[in-house]
């Protein structure tokens, strides 16, 4: 069964404080691997995609990476701004995606 | 930029009413899909279509159906809307070539 896991569940960083969140996933065929952001009361906003093992993409203090298992965001010099729950979803078939429960992450000054 | 509007922000409807939610996009996307996202269970998929007319169940269906007249206008029915149907309903715009959902703000629909 296709499954994503996300942790931790909830993160709080000083602002400076780098730190990174996995997504582990178990599906069979990956299409794609992706990261949102979400706000509070919002609708997801999209962040990355990834595609095959290795790859890495990066926006600002944000970047994302991929193995064959498991996907990380490394936040580098979090501010207060970067305080949004983080959300991993796979492609499990076409165009379906299944996503992990989510990462909170607050920064404070 | 890829715009995804949804006709309400907040919705408050009584048990048993027929609601409509409606989605628009404005990058002549075949494909969109509606969800809804509770505490605990994140994002779950309830129905898709990938072209005006089509649509497909998702994981969730029960309770909903859906309609694509137009490329750019996906509406989510509740036809007897239950409190167990409160929730964060959104609705989503696919990229096919890359296979990147992009979602609107969402509707907050409660049912009492």
């Known amino acids: 069964e296709d499954q994503v896991t996300q942790s931790p569940e909830a993160l709080r960083l000083q602002e400076g404080e780098s730190s990174s969140l996995n997504c582990s996933y178990t599906?069979?065929?990956?299409?794609?691997l992706f990261w949102y952001r979400q706000d509070p009361g919002k609708g997801p906003e999209f962040l990355f995609t990834l595609y095959s093992a290795g790859e890495e993409k990066e926006k600002e203090r944000l970047k994302a990476t991929l193995t064959k298992k498991e996907s990380f965001l490394h936040i580098t010099a979090p501010k207060p701004e970067d305080s949004a729950t983080y959300l991993c979803?796979?492609?499990?078939?076409?165009?379906?995606?299944?996503f992990g429960a989510g990462t909170q992450v607050v920064v404070t000054p | 930029d890829v715009k995804v509007t949804q006709s309400s922000r907040y919705l408050v409807k009584r048990t048993g009413e027929k609601v409509f939610l409606e989605c628009v996009q404005d990058m002549d996307h075949e494909n969109m899909f509606w969800y809804r996202q509770d505490p605990g269970l994140g994002l779950r998929l309830i129905y898709f279509?990938?072209?005006?007319?089509?649509?497909e169940k998702g994981d969730i269906p029960e309770g909903y159906s859906v309609s694509r007249e137009k490329k750019e206008r996906f509406s989510l029915i509740l036809e007897s809307a239950s409190t167990n149907q409160t929730s964060m309903y959104l609705c989503a715009s696919m990229v096919a070539s890359r296979y990147e959902q992009y979602f609107g703000p969402g509707t907050r629909l409660t049912v009492t």
């Open positions: 279509s990938y072209d005006v007319k089509m649509k």
């Open positions: 979803a796979v492609q499990t078939s076409w165009g379906k995606l299944q």
């Open positions: 599906v069979s065929g990956l299409r794609g």
